[in-house]
């Protein structure tokens, strides 16, 4: 008697249901991505954040890094902010990004006192909540967001999710967008740097609120997640056609029960992880490597 058959058959439609979401979910960001790419919404705003890129050899800007520049100094000579805040930190080459950045703005005439710099941040994130932090300071409370256009969406994303209130400047003139193949691979590249962000939020605990309700709403989705699967592989039990044999049938219930009996053990070691982490506490931006 093979009782695999029915088994394979649920696995393989569980298997095909991931894909399809996946896949879903797949085009739902490539059309985020694309379209927030396009989108300048660049108005009056208390400060100009350009985000980082790479330097060259030679303390040369990489051509996406000058196009973020000319892009946000543009908007500066249209006197939609008083200042500029310049974020990089050091990378593959000297120097700061954020230092090169400052070369090129007051070539184009920028006055020194009209530029901030950040010198530490390494990441996206950082960049915004460094941002953040001068911008508190300084009683500011609206900002104009420039970077390449393929980074548009993931950085307003992470401004709103910081709380900063923030618009999209894309600067359209960079390589990454005006060469078709290079657009094609940032973009992609993106979905899953957007993917790998929504996964390290997770893990932090920062979008789930706090540690208590955190445990809690991942007990509930575990209790789902198990329920779910036990009543969808009931149900197919269920939908069976009558004329099928008893033999087989019994067969089909051995293997629900053993599934059942697997999913709750799972449940319960992650559950006794869950119990044994210490408490998450929420890690604080240093104020080092901001200059004025």
Request: glycine share 8%.
């Amino acid at each position: 008697m093979n009782c695999r058959t029915p088994a394979a058959s649920v696995g393989l439609a569980l298997v095909l249901a991931v894909l399809l979401a996946l896949t879903l979910l797949f085009g739902s960001y490539w059309t985020k991505v694309s379209k927030q790419a396009t989108k300048d919404e660049a108005h009056e705003a208390d400060v100009i954040v350009i985000l980082g890129c790479a330097v060259w050899p030679g303390e040369k800007p990489s051509p996406s890094l000058e196009a973020r520049v000319r892009h946000g100094v543009a908007l500066y000579w249209q006197g939609l902010a008083s200042h500029l805040i310049l974020t990089g930190g050091l990378g593959r080459y000297p120097p700061t990004e954020a230092e090169v950045m400052r070369r090129l703005a007051v070539g184009e005439g920028i006055p020194t006192q009209a530029i901030i710099l950040d010198t530490e941040s390494r990441s996206t994130i950082e960049s915004i909540r460094r941002a953040k932090l001068v911008m508190q300071e300084h009683g500011w409370s609206t900002a104009i967001l420039v970077s390449d256009p393929f980074h548009m969406f993931r950085a307003l994303m992470m401004a709103q999710e910081e709380g900063l209130q923030a618009w999209g400047a894309p600067a359209l003139t960079s390589p990454t967008y005006t060469i078709p193949h290079l657009r094609y691979y940032y973009t992609l590249r993106e979905i899953f740097a957007i993917a790998w962000y929504r996964l390290a939020r997770l893990l932090e605990g920062r979008s789930l609120g706090n540690d208590r309700a955190n445990l809690s709403l991942i007990r509930g989705r575990l209790n789902l997640l198990s329920h779910g699967l036990l009543s969808h592989l009931s149900g197919e039990l269920l939908a069976f056609p009558l004329e099928l044999s008893q033999s087989r049938l019994s067969c089909r219930v051995e293997t629900l029960t053993e599934r059942g009996r697997l999913l709750r053990c799972h449940r319960n070691v992650i559950e006794e992880a869950i119990a044994s982490e210490p408490r998450l506490e929420r890690r604080e931006v240093s104020k080092r490597g901001i200059v004025y």
